[in-house]
């Protein structure tokens, strides 16, 4: 027996991908899971541009992660200028992070999973409308909370402007963070609505080990005295069985972290050197960071992560985990607005310190809502940015993902081969994709170039 599937594209994430799965003989023999969006050059397009330019070009990478790539950019400038910036500014900066993993984790579990989660007959925002409007209501003003951060901090809801190299260049007003505070005490109860709704599902479903499986992975996320964090820490790594394996520094990064490239699609695929590749191919995002912190620093979110360990033991490989683990994250993003808005000195005008030019080179990792990302940039004398890699969250999901997937199929490789039931197996890995909540667009990183040289070919693929 024969058989060739495929979907393509995948529907409800960011950016163009595809699955194909070949049977033959009964057996899955080749699963393929693909970023289709072409090479767009993120490295390249920094590269001899003015290293101040840096936050607002990179930003442009993404139209979802844009506030992270906008922070992450502007730390690795100050890393390499050794600059340090003001407390109010650092604050702030953590609101707007904050406010965008509201906006991202919101638009993820309302648009993109809970119709998934609920089986609703139309498997999407409007078919969740019809049948829970409340919770849809609800759904939007935490998004829109989100975006009323971004906006009022950053000084645009897309593509933020305010974060340059030492500090902010926009202060707080007291009317805007008197309302911001009225808007996300409204978000975190209406975010509280979503996690019991999450929870409550879950409860019902998790008796079902092959909804949604994993392999046994390495997980990495950023870590502060051990504690949860989304902008600044060190990079902690947790092996399958849960052991810390290394905490390293940003700079430190490439003593642990290597790069290696697929042979099927447009992305690099970073791992840990110590472990090797395929094996060392560690996961990130929210169901990760849940692994490698020892605790929440905010009192709701850990009181929903005792809730979460009644369903999934710490450290999980479940990617079912992923959504319930993003739902809690979102009110942590939600408390950490708050506490820093509650903080008379954000309203403070001292927001930013002059800044020099000079020679050096930048590490800066901060937590996107899918995961690590990281920012190095080489700067020579002039300003100039000579050498830039970044590593997005997905590509290191992306590996993870395709071996996820390759389990699930073998499990219901039955249901593949019946017509009557393939339709609801394919939607399935879809289902199981959405779980990881991919940034296809930002994990595109490689470029293949076929030659033909003095009458010989060449196959080119490189980083871009």
């Known amino acids: 027996m024969s058989l060739n599937l495929s979907i393509d594209p995948l529907t409800r994430v960011e950016g163009g991908g595809r699955v194909k799965i070949e049977v033959r003989d009964g057996k899955v023999k080749d699963l393929q899971f693909s970023t289709t969006t072409s090479p767009r050059f993120f490295e390249f397009l920094l590269l001899n541009k003015q290293a101040e330019d840096a936050p607002r070009i990179s930003e442009r990478i993404c139209g979802i992660c844009y506030v992270n ?38 638009l993820h579990l309302a648009f993109l999973a809970l119709p998934d989660l609920l089986e609703l007959e139309e498997l999407n925002f409007i078919g969740l409308a019809k049948k829970y409007p409340d919770l ?38 007291g009317e805007a963070r008197l309302n911001l505070l009225v808007e996300g005490r409204q978000a975190l109860n209406n975010v509280r609505s979503l996690v019991e709704l999450v929870l409550e599902l879950y409860e019902k479903r998790i008796n079902d080990p092959l909804e949604y499986m994993a392999d046994e992975t390495p997980h990495m996320g950023l870590v502060r005295d051990g504690k949860h964090e989304l902008y600044d820490g060190s990079v902690r790594a947790k092996g399958k069985k849960g052991e810390i394996i290394h905490e390293f520094k940003p700079k430190d990064y490439r003593n642990y972290l290597e790069e290696a490239v697929s042979d099927h699609s447009f992305t690099k695929l970073p791992y840990l050197r110590s472990e090797g590749y395929p094996d060392g191919a560690a996961r990130v995002g929210p169901l990760s960071r849940f692994n490698v912190m020892d605790s929440m620093p905010w009192t709701v979110a850990e009181s929903y992560l005792k809730d979460y360990e009644k ?64 920012h190095n940039y080489r700067i020579d004398e002039d300003g100039l940015i000579r050498y830039v890699n970044i590593i997005a969250p997905t590509t290191f999901n992306h590996p993870n993902i395709e071996r ?38 930002c994990s595109v990183h490689t470029i293949e170039t076929d030659l033909v040289i003095d009458g010989e070919p060449c196959s080119i693929r490189r980083f871009g």
């Open 404 to 441: 996820n997937l390759r389990l699930w199929a073998e499990a219901h490789i039955d249901e593949l081969k019946n017509e009557g039931t393939r339709d609801r197996a394919l939607w399935g890995i879809e289902k199981i994709v959405r779980a990881y909540d991919p940034c296809l667009s």
């Open 136 to 173: 849809a209501k609800k759904a939007i003003q935490i998004h829109e909370y989100g975006n009323r951060v971004v906006q009022e901090i950053g000084g645009r809801v897309v593509h933020p402007v305010t974060a340059v190299p030492g500090g902010m260049t926009k202060a707080l007003t």
């Open 311 to 374: 369903l999934f033991r710490r450290p999980t490989h479940d990617t079912a985990a992923y959504n319930l683990a993003r739902a809690i994250e979102t009110v942590a993003a939600a408390e950490e607005c708050i506490h820093y808005l509650s903080d008379d000195q954000i309203v403070s005008t001292d927001t930013r310190v002059p800044v020099k030019s000079k020679a050096g080179e930048g590490v800066a990792f901060v937590e996107a809502p899918r995961g690590l990302l990281l």
């Open 69 to 106: 790539h906008h922070l992450v950019s502007v730390k690795a400038v100050e890393d390499a200028w050794g600059v340090e910036i003001p407390p109010t500014a650092l604050m702030l900066r953590r609101v707007l992070n904050a406010g965008s993993f509201v906006t991202s984790h919101s």
